[in-house]
């Protein structure tokens, strides 16, 4: 089945502890990016990767980390949590439409729920 | 509509009924537009999309209306149904996946 796989769904922590959210995708897709959803404020993206080792800053990066050594793994690492990044996050991914071509489609995985004590 | 409050936008219907949900996106030169889907505890999950040279699409239940003129996105589900109350969210791209730009969200509520 095709499927954005995050972990973990939950996890509460406490400030400075580093973190890592892993994010893994089965569909060959070049294109995955991280988001975060708070209440009035809809979905922000924090980084983006347009393929392996090719990662980019999206709107609210400060305090995130990501890499892309791999095609399929996204891991979002927050080096030292603070209680303004607990939120609902959210890994995508779709196909990478190169240079003037269309847009496709992004998959979401279902979440990770964190809070920063 | 969407808004930029605390509180989501709801629409609430019967089951059967037909369901507008309306998106005002802010960039003219976005030229691509997506509706998603949340249920409750699940990520986003894609309905329809539909580009700027285009007016109307529809998909099986569900027509996305464009209106570039005043920069207007509906989203018209017919026949209403329970399994369709989620969180709606309208998405404009001027560029690429990079500045995909979400709305706030409207919450549709279907009672039986």
């Known amino acids: 089945e095709a499927q954005v796989t995050q972990n973990p769904r939950y996890l509460i922590t406490v400030t400075g502890k580093k973190l890592t959210v892993t994010c893994s995708q089965n569909m060959n897709h070049e294109y995955m990016s991280w988001y975060r959803q708070d209440p009035g404020l809809g979905l922000r993206q924090i980084y983006y990767?347009?393929?392996?080792?090719?990662?980019d800053k999206g709107d609210v990066p400060e305090g995130y980390k990501v890499s892309r050594k791999e095609k399929r793994n996204f891991p979002l690492i927050l080096e030292s949590p603070s209680p303004n990044q607990t939120s609902l996050y959210f890994c995508?991914?779709?196909?990478?439409?190169?240079?003037?071509?269309?847009?496709?489609?992004?998959?979401f995985g279902s979440g990770t729920q964190l809070s920063v004590l | 509509g969407e808004s930029v409050g605390l509180h989501l936008p709801t629409l609430s219907v019967q089951e059967g009924d037909n369901s507008i949900i309306n998106c005002a996106y802010s960039?003219?030169?976005?030229?691509?537009f997506i509706w998603y889907k949340q249920e409750s505890g699940k990520g986003p999950q894609f309905i329809i999309d539909?580009?700027?040279?285009?007016d109307k699409r529809q998909g099986q239940r569900v027509t996305v209306l464009l209106n570039k003129t005043v920069k207007h996105l509906s989203l018209q589900i017919a026949a209403t149904q329970p399994g369709d109350s989620a969180v709606y969210f309208c998405a404009e791209d001027s560029s690429g996946y990079s500045t995909l730009t979400f709305g706030k969200g409207t919450m549709l509520l279907v009672s039986p």
């Open positions: 995508a991914s779709s196909t990478s439409p190169g240079q003037g071509a269309q847009n496709e489609k992004l998959f």
């Open positions: 960039n003219s030169a976005s030229d691509y």
């Open positions: 990767s347009m393929n392996v080792e090719v990662t």
């Open positions: 539909i580009r700027s040279n285009m």
